[in-house]
Every structure is written in C-alpha cells, then in structure tokens.
C-alpha cells in the first residue's frame, strides 16, 4: 500500500482512501477520484510532475502534491 505519486508508468491501481479535509478533499472527490475505483497511469512528466491518469473513461492530469494525497492498493 502506498499513494498515486509511487505508482509507475503503466500500472493499474485502486484507491483504498483520500487523505486531506475540505476543499482539497471534495476537489479530488469531484474529479472523480472516490474509493475502489481503478486508476491507470499513462504517463509521467519527466520531473515526476504532474501525473497522467485514466479514470472513469477519461484522462486526468494530477499535480504530485495532489497524488501524495490518494492512498492506493
């Protein structure tokens, strides 16, 4: 078990639980970020920011800060 900002390119994961309170929280969780969803990681950026995701159908590009936040499993 770790976070989303451990995971390597290529690899699917699912969230187990969303760190942090407030508006921080509920705007991950409007992204669509929400537990037990599956999360794939297309891409890095070269210096590991920002992360690319495909979530729900969709992609998704996370900052690194915000991927500290998303325990995975």
Same mark, same amino acid.
Not at 22 to 31: N, Q, T, V
Not at 58 to 64: G, H, N, P, T, V
């Given at each position: ?8 390119? =290529?690899?699917? %994961?699912? +969230?187990? &639980?969303?760190?942090?309170? *407030? ?12 537990? =037990?969803?599956? %999360?794939? +990681?297309? &891409?890095?950026?070269?210096? *590991? ?25």
């Amino acid at each position: 078990m770790g976070t989303l900002k451990e995971v390597k390119c =290529g690899e699917t %994961v699912t +969230v187990s &639980k969303i760190n942090g309170n *407030g508006a921080i929280k509920r705007r991950i969780m409007d992204m669509g970020i929400t537990k =037990g969803v599956e %999360v794939f +990681v297309r &891409k890095v950026a070269p210096l *590991g920011d920002p992360v690319e995701i495909t979530i729900r159908g969709y992609e998704l590009s996370l900052r690194k800060a915000d991927a500290e936040m998303i325990e995975i499993q």
